[in-house]
């Protein structure tokens, strides 16, 4: 009587075995669906790409081609001249002026704002009363419209009625031309960048102090190293690719400033505070003439020099992660 019950049991078993087995086919069907879904998904991040970033790349570097006037521009029949555009911003008075300007303008202003981006962010790593708010606060020049920025500026460093040369008669200092003169122009705008730019370090950097344990401070602590000890030690070190990836953005950022500069001192006086990106926009738009296809020329030197600090900052990362 037994023996039919196992038989019975045996091939229930059996069938079940049979019907949990996936089928080779269907996972071949499945797996053969998702690359079309990862395609669907990355879609619109290439069309959007493809539009806004590498559409007006092409436009610009056949702006830099070709000779485009306005009517040109308008008719579509500007003559190929090749390198010419470039060869003749090379050439140009300007162009070494420019650059020299750049350097300057870029590089005190990453530095200062680094420096007191990163001042603050330690700062605020010691909770107290109120330090949300004054956090907050610091964002407000990240938040304001750059024309109000630098009007604001502007209105402050005015050489007859600018709040900052009233201070300075109060106190029985002598008034600075600080936007006509050629000594101080590329200090006030130099100025104006740093109050813009360090809302961006506090807020970068700030972020990257709270990814380092507390428990070196306190270790640090105990084998008796005071504050600057543990910034050197600690602080600085831990934050390096943090801070490696804001002085690129933030020296991407500055290489094409135009607003501030243009709002307050419009490239002058005597082109002191003419900059590449105040050159190419001067040349397209800031003289009534627009002269197109060596402005889309100085733009594309500028493309270029972002490029190679880009590439200057993977590299270097790729040997970090090497060692």
């Known amino acids: 009587m037994s023996f039919p019950v196992l038989r019975e049991r045996t091939d229930i078993a059996d069938d079940t075995v049979a019907v949990t087995v996936p089928r080779p ?5 499945r797996r053969g669906g998702s690359p079309c879904v990862a395609a669907a998904f990355a879609a619109p991040l290439v069309v959007y790409l493809l539009v806004f970033y590498l559409w007006p790349l092409v436009r610009s570097i056949d702006l830099s081609v070709h000779d485009y006037t306005v009517r040109a521009f308008v008719q579509g029949d500007a003559v190929f001249v ?32 680094y420096a007191i981006g990163l001042g603050l962010a330690v700062f605020f790593r010691s909770h107290f009363p109120l330090s949300g708010v004054l956090r ?7 938040l304001l419209p750059l024309i109000v920025s630098g009007s604001t500026w502007s209105w402050m460093m005015n050489s007859d009625n600018g709040i900052i040369n009233s201070v300075l008669r109060a106190v029985g200092a002598a008034p ?3 936007l006509t003169s050629p000594d101080t122009a590329m200090t006030a705008v130099i100025i104006a960048n740093i109050w813009l730019g360090i809302p961006f370090n506090l807020v970068i950097l700030y972020s990257g102090l709270q990814n380092i344990p507390g428990d070196l401070y306190e270790a640090a602590s105990l084998d008796g190293a005071g504050s600057w000890r543990q910034f050197w030690s600690i602080t600085f070190p831990l934050l390096r690719p943090v801070s490696a990836i804001t002085l690129l ?33 001067r040349e397209a738009f800031g003289t009534g003439q627009p002269d197109l296809s060596p402005a889309a020329a100085v733009g594309n030197i500028l493309i270029v020099i972002a490029l190679v600090f880009g590439f200057v900052y993977l590299r270097a990362q790729r040997r970090q992660e090497n060692s």
Not at 25 to 29: I, L, V
Not at 97 to 104: I, Q, R
Not at 252 to 261: E, R
């Open 136 to 142: 907050g606060l610091f964002l407000v020049p990240w």
């Open 249 to 281: 953005l933030g020296l991407v950022y500055t290489l094409k400033v135009v607003d501030i500069i243009w709002i307050m001192t419009r490239g002058g006086p005597a082109d002191t505070t003419t900059t590449l990106a105040i050159w190419s926009y």
């Open 176 to 178: 600075i031309n600080w």
């Open 25 to 29: 086919g269907r996972r071949r069907a």
């Open 82 to 113: 090749g390198l010419d555009n470039y060869i003749a911003v090379i050439t140009s008075p300007t162009f070494l002026p420019a650059l020299s300007n750049t350097a300057l303008f870029v590089a005190l202003s990453l530095v200062f704002q």
